[in-house]
Every structure is written in structure tokens, then in C-alpha cells.
């Protein structure tokens, strides 16, 4: 069924979310306090990471409705949310991200299983890298807040590279010709594996870019471990 995220790690939907939860999910991230933000050096904010932990009142948007469905649906399980990330690409915070691959997820708890490794502490939020079979397994669902032409900064991916965990000068061996631009409309969602090597460019539109990145899995933890 989705042909293109099995052979290429990625894949635009069709579907997009109509516009009533759109705006309910807007209207939650709006009331975001300038606090929750991540910083640049100059003080433009440009992203909440762990957005589901910031704001209480996201995690039932994102625990029921279009987007846990869709990813139950391609996962052909009960999922749960792992994490979410709102990234607010705008005049003034407007960045080029790096090729790499997403390889650390928040968590809870604790294992001696020695294939769950490179722990560390962010903000007073656990992290860790999940053996490579979890985070095959791992989808992230990529909701467009705002019309995101290739020009205004869209996800740039390398298609099929989301079968390895590769390391950093893999990484950066991909040359320009490697990477698809990814556009999208508002409401649409883009679904991929986190292991898909990703990039993204600075907007050259004088417009936000606001993208809702959640990440969902059908996996079940070792003894001692939970999903934050
Ligand atoms: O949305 C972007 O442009 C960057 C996304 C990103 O770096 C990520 O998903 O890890």
C-alpha cells in the first residue's frame, strides 16, 4: 500500500488533515510560550523539541485523530507516541540543516540490554539510541502547518538510505544529485523512517515553515523502558 515508503524510506500523502483538527492543533502550538523554545545564538527561536512533554495539551491530539491512526495504519499496530518536535522555520530563524539521520529517541526508564546505547541528558530528558531493528520499525509523521514549496526550506531526503544505521562519513559522502526535494501543502502530511538520511536548506521565501514532526512505533520495549 505504501510502495514508496517501504522501497524509499519516504513518501507524501494524499491525504492531508482536514482543517478542523488543523486548526485545533495550530491553535495549541500557538499558545506556546516563548520559553519552551529553542534558541539560535542571536535569540530567534526555532524550534520546541519534545513538544508532546512542553505542551500538555498536545499529547491527546496527538495520542487520537488523523495522525495516530495513519500511523497505526501503516504500522499495522496499536502505536505509541515516541516523540515530537515542532520545527518554525520564519523570517529571522531561517537555518540549514546538515545531512543525517535521526538516531536518538526520549525515554523513560531503564536497561541492561547493551543494544540499547549512547545515553545522555538534554534539558533534563533522557536519550538513547535504540538497537537498529527498533528503529527500522520507528515512523515519523511529518504534518505541514504552512504551504512548504522546495523553496521555502522543504525536507530534502536521500531515497533507499533508510536501511543502515550509517556512520557520520556515510553520511556525508551523499552528493548533491542523492538528495529529492520533498514539498508539500498545508495540512499534508510527509511520513518517514528516521533512519532516512535528511536535510534541509535555509527558506529563500520571506515565509514560516512550521512542521509538526511526530514519531510513532509499534515496538515493544525491554523490561524497564517506556516511551516518554
Ligand atoms: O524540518 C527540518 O527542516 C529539519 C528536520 C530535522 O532535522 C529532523 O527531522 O531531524
Known amino acids: 500500500m505504501n510502495a514508496r515508503l517501504d522501497a524509499d524510506g519516504f513518501e507524501l500523502l494524499h491525504r492531508a488533515m482536514s482543517s478542523e483538527p488543523l486548526v485545533e492543533l495550530q491553535s495549541v502550538l500557538e499558545a506556546a510560550p516563548q520559553t519552551a523554545f529553542?534558541?539560535?545564538?542571536n535569540g530567534s527561536t526555532y524550534a520546541i523539541r519534545n513538544?508532546?512533554?512542553?505542551?500538555p495539551d498536545l499529547r491527546p491530539l496527538l495520542?487520537?485523530?488523523?495522525?495516530?491512526?495513519?500511523?497505526?495504519e501503516i504500522l499495522k499496530s496499536p502505536t505509541t507516541l515516541v516523540s515530537a518536535t515542532l520545527f518554525d522555520k520564519q523570517p529571522g530563524a531561517n537555518w540549514f540543516v546538515p545531512p543525517h539521520q535521526d538516531l536518538f529517541v526520549p525515554i523513560a526508564g531503564t536497561t541492561d540490554d547493551p543494544r540499547w546505547t549512547n545515553w545522555s541528558t538534554k534539558a533534563g530528558v533522557r536519550y538513547v539510541e535504540p538497537p537498529v531493528e527498533v528503529q527500522r520499525e520507528l515512523l515519523a509523521v511529518r504534518l505541514h502547518l504552512d504551504a512548504c514549496p522546495g523553496v521555502n526550506g522543504a525536507l530534502e531526503v536521500v531515497p533507499g538510505s533508510h536501511r543502515k544505521r550509517l556512520s557520520e562519513d556515510?553520511?556525508?559522502?551523499?552528493?548533491?544529485?542523492?538528495?529529492?526535494?520533498?514539498?508539500?501543502?498545508p495540512g499534508e502530511v510527509l511520513l518517514m523512517?528516521?533512519?532516512l538520511v535528511h536535510r534541509s536548506h535555509a527558506a529563500k521565501l520571506p515565509?514560516?515553515?512550521?512542521?509538526?514532526?511526530?514519531v510513532y512505533s509499534a515496538a515493544v520495549l525491554p523490561k524497564g523502558l517506556e516511551w516518554t
Do not use: D, M, Y
Open 38 to 41: 529553542r534558541q539560535r545564538r
Open 51 to 55: 513538544v508532546h512533554l512542553e505542551l
Open 63 to 72: 495520542e487520537r485523530g488523523f495522525l495516530i491512526s495513519l500511523a497505526n
Open 170 to 185: 556515510a553520511v556525508a559522502e551523499f552528493n548533491e544529485e542523492a538528495f529529492e526535494v520533498c514539498p508539500a501543502g
Open 193 to 195: 523512517r528516521p533512519l
Open 207 to 214: 515565509e514560516r515553515r512550521r512542521v509538526l514532526h511526530v
